[in-house]
């Protein structure tokens, strides 16, 4: 049990964030080359900048978003808040029951 206490904390440095291995490894872990490239021809490309701030363009459409009316939004709170038909119709069931003396 002593030896499984004393390796534990060997086995759990993989899950956490502080990397208590990596800190004592002077290389620190794996390195991810992130220009890596598969296949017979492999070509990198520089992408160049746009210095034009003309558009050019057959027809322009215009969109506005409107605002929602108050009455929407009272209504989705309502809807959230509010139980389901369901409960209504159970909580409406369990007062006829009650008024009419079957439950107490």
Known sequence: ?????????LFLT???ALGLMGSIIPDGGTDVNAN???GAENT????GMQNSSE???ESVVQNTIQDIPPW???LLIL???LPSPQEIFSGLLYAIDRILGRTK
């Open 1 to 9: 049990m002593k030896y499984i206490l004393l390796l534990l904390p």
């Open 72 to 74: 929407v939004m009272i």
């Open 79 to 81: 809807g959230w808040l």
């Open 36 to 38: 890596a490239q598969i």
């Open 14 to 16: 993989g899950c956490s």
């Open 55 to 57: 558009i050019n363009a």
């Open 44 to 47: 990198q490309q520089v992408v």
